[in-house]
């Protein structure tokens, strides 16, 4: 399911290696994403206050965020995700594709 708008988020790829995936993304209010999944576990970090409204399929979420704020999600998420707010709202989208060979070493060394 995807919210009704017409009003599209602006995606801006900042890399796009066999590692990783790095998308900023900037919504007008109201802009969504529309309806996608995630193939790679991602990271996100907020470059703005927002009002993040997030519909994955079933429910509607509503998630107050900061500057700065950061999260994370497993691969396979599929959701749609509109800014619920009345300022532009800005993050940048971190998608893991593979382990660097750096960050696989520490991984290897933590277990």
């Known amino acids: 399911m995807a919210f ?10 900042q ?9 900023r993304w900037d919504f007008a209010p109201g802009a969504v994403t529309g309806w996608h999944s995630h193939g790679w576990p991602y990271y996100v970090v907020m470059l703005t206050d927002a009002v993040q ?16 704020d950061s999260y994370v999600r497993e691969a396979g998420a599929q959701h749609d995700v509109r800014n619920g ?16 060979p750096a960050l696989a070493a520490l991984s290897k060394a933590a277990q």
């Open 15 to 23: 890399q796009d290696d066999e590692d990783v995936r790095i998308t």
């Open 85 to 100: 707010g009345t300022a532009p709202m800005a993050f940048v989208e971190i998608e893991v594709k593979r382990l660097s």
């Open 53 to 68: 409204e997030v519909h994955d399929g079933e429910k509607v979420s509503t998630f107050t965020r900061k500057a700065g």
């Open 4 to 13: 009704a708008c017409t009003i599209p988020a602006r995606p801006t790829v």
